[in-house]
């Protein structure tokens, strides 16, 4: 869902649009999406660093689940690399180690989704690793406050809460390879997950090319029973490695996420799986009178993240998983 904070300088913001790359076409969406509006922008043109900038919101139906998916482009327009993140005080929208420059080969483009709940912030700068803060506006995840299955539930559920008189609450992330926007395609890594009443369902895709770099334990999954269920459902585990294990190759990503908010996870393990078709794997929730192997705790989860690592475990991307508020 979407709020309508600032709508009209969103609204404003879309009849002055400057020429999107089709492949990741903000205008498009804008036709598509109900007539939100992008917002869009360029940074002043210094020795270190040119890019451009747009973010964009739409609603998204997620297998009959009303929910909105936000996109974020980048389009590098210097010579130089650019490392960045994106983000709001409290909130990481897009961290990424590098996109080539202009005298480099491609790709010099980044587009990223986001799954959840969505308001527009007009203040979102965009930190670079080597040239500082640059002004930016964003949609970007709002807190949802949820009823935690653990806690006892009385009376009527809470608005966005996943009580039994609500919708199911969605959260997620999918981090696009640049390769694939080269080729004019979308889909890439993504982690989705479904709170229901009684379960949680945790939807995967490491996307065409690559593999997909996550985190079962922060969701309270054991490594057991990930691995059960990634046998079951066909899922090709690749390996573990922590985040840390990436900034020796690349300095300019630890210098990004170093102050955002995936510092702190650097250190936890990740799981790196392959599935080109979106699996979903369902986990109830644990409960006194069942304590099966695939049943999970119903506490809230933990700080997560999660990567694109090309086929020779490189990082390519990295974004955070946005997990709900419970009460």
């Known amino acids: 869902m979407i709020t309508k904070t600032s709508m009209a300088a969103v609204c404003l913001a879309a009849f002055a649009s400057p020429a999107f790359s089709s492949l990741c076409d903000l205008n498009a969406q804008d036709e598509e999406d109900g007539g939100y509006g992008h917002v869009h922008g360029e940074s002043r043109s210094t020795p270190r660093t040119h890019f451009r900038w747009g973010s964009d919101v739409d609603d998204y139906d997620l297998r009959g689940i009303r929910t909105s998916r936000a996109w974020y482009y980048i389009e590098n327009l210097h010579d130089k690399k650019l490392a960045f993140n994106w983000r709001k005080p409290g909130v990481e929208i897009i961290v990424r180690n590098a996109l080539h420059g202009r005298s480099y080969d491609p790709p010099y483009e980044d587009c990223q989704k986001r799954y959840g709940t969505f308001g527009f912030e007009a203040t979102a700068p965009i930190w670079t690793s080597n040239d500082g803060r640059k002004p930016a506006s964003a949609y970007v995840p709002i807190d949802q406050t949820l009823v935690s299955p653990a806690a006892p539930f009385e009376g009527d559920a809470p608005s966005g809460g996943n009580g039994s008189n609500s919708e199911p609450a969605v959260f997620g992330t999918e981090l696009v390879h640049p390769d694939e926007l080269q080729e004019g395609r979308y889909e890439g890594a993504r982690v989705i997950l479904v709170y229901r ?25 054991s490594e057991k029973q990930f691995l059960a269920a990634a046998k079951e459902h066909g899922i090709k585990v690749v390996g573990t490695r922590k985040l840390q294990d990436f900034f020796e190759t690349y300095e300019s990503f630890s210098e990004v996420v170093e102050e955002g908010v995936l510092a702190g996870v650097e250190n936890t393990q990740f799981w790196f799986v392959d599935t080109s078709e979106n699996v979903v794997l369902e986990f109830p929730y644990r409960t006194d009178t069942m304590a099966a192997f695939t049943a999970i705790s119903p506490e809230p989860p933990s700080k997560s993240a999660i990567l694109l690592v090309n086929e ?16």
Request: aromatic content about 10%; glycine content about 10%.
């Open 197 to 221: 009443d009684d379960a949680l369902e945790l939807e995967l895709a490491s996307g065409p090319r690559g593999y997909l770099g996550f985190q079962p334990e922060a969701l309270h999954i």
């Open 312 to 327: 020779d475990m490189q990082l390519i991307s990295a974004g955070p998983l946005e997990a709900p508020f419970f009460q």
